[in-house]
């Protein structure tokens, strides 16, 4: 059956599939609930220039719902369990539920435009030209959690690690170039990468253990954690 699909299952898909056929193949009855979550492949949310995000079907194309509010250009967004956060120009975060669209909560306190989102298991964070990373708790109410300083804007926030680490870029500012390494659990700097000579803007995890970062300095680079 697996070999029949047009794609390689994950990792997640591969398993229930195994574990489901270990339970048709035992003499007691079956009790298992298989669930889809958003992720799957078979929809796409975009961050719009007109203050709004989109709910994508893939198949067909169509728009299947249009999260609206902002009041700036919506800059970024992510998928966590059911919601959907968008992080804008406005200077807000807005959490929405998947499903029907509606406004959750809106996450206040960034006092420049907001343009680095990502979200854990646990936490949300966001980074802003204010030269703050802030996480908040996933959970109701959203409560934030801390602020980290830094030096220049922060351009991009990435969790990694099975969600153990986070990682933010910086922009202008004395902390130009830098990439900042935070544990989640106690939300302290165990690691700077220091090299790129202009604003940092993009920063991805890789599935070894490495760093990947893109800069305004024509450069991307690789980095290992020490």
């Known amino acids: 059956l697996l070999k029949s699909l047009p794609y390689t299952p994950t990792g997640a898909q591969s398993r229930a599939f195994r574990q489901i056929s270990?339970?048709?193949?035992?003499?007691?009855?079956?009790?298992?609930?298989?669930?889809?979550?958003?992720?799957?492949g078979k929809t796409l949310v975009s961050a719009r220039a007109d203050h709004s995000a989109s709910h994508w079907d893939l198949e067909t194309g169509a728009r299947l719902l249009t999260f609206e509010g902002h009041q700036g250009e919506c800059y970024g967004v992510c998928l966590a369990k059911s919601l959907v956060l968008t992080c804008s120009f406005d200077r807000t975060v807005r959490v929405y539920d998947l499903r029907s669209a509606e406004l959750v909560s809106c996450l206040q306190g960034h006092e420049k435009e907001v343009i680095g989102l990502d979200c854990s298991d646990r936490a949300i964070a966001t980074g802003s030209d204010d030269?703050?990373?802030?996480?908040?708790?996933?959970?109701?109410?959203?409560?934030?959690?801390?602020?980290l300083h830094h030096d220049g804007e922060v351009k991009r926030v990435k969790f990694g690690r099975a969600?153990?680490?986070?990682?933010?870029?910086?922009?202008?500012?004395?902390?130009?170039?830098l990439v900042r390494i935070y544990d989640t659990a106690s939300l302290h700097c165990v690691g700077v990468a220091a090299g790129h000579q202009?604003?940092?803007?993009?920063?991805?995890?890789?599935?070894?253990?490495?760093?990947?970062?893109?800069?305004?300095d024509a450069t991307w680079r690789s980095w290992r954690e020490a």
């Open 131 to 147: 030269g703050t990373c802030r996480v908040w708790d996933l959970r109701k109410p959203y409560k934030q959690i801390c602020t």
């Open 198 to 216: 202009e604003t940092v803007f993009d920063v991805a995890w890789g599935v070894d253990g490495h760093i990947f970062t893109a800069s305004h």
């Open 22 to 40: 270990e339970d048709m193949a035992s003499t007691s009855p079956m009790r298992r609930m298989l669930q889809g979550d958003v992720g799957a």
């Open 163 to 177: 969600d153990s680490k986070l990682a933010t870029c910086s922009g202008a500012g004395p902390g130009r170039g």
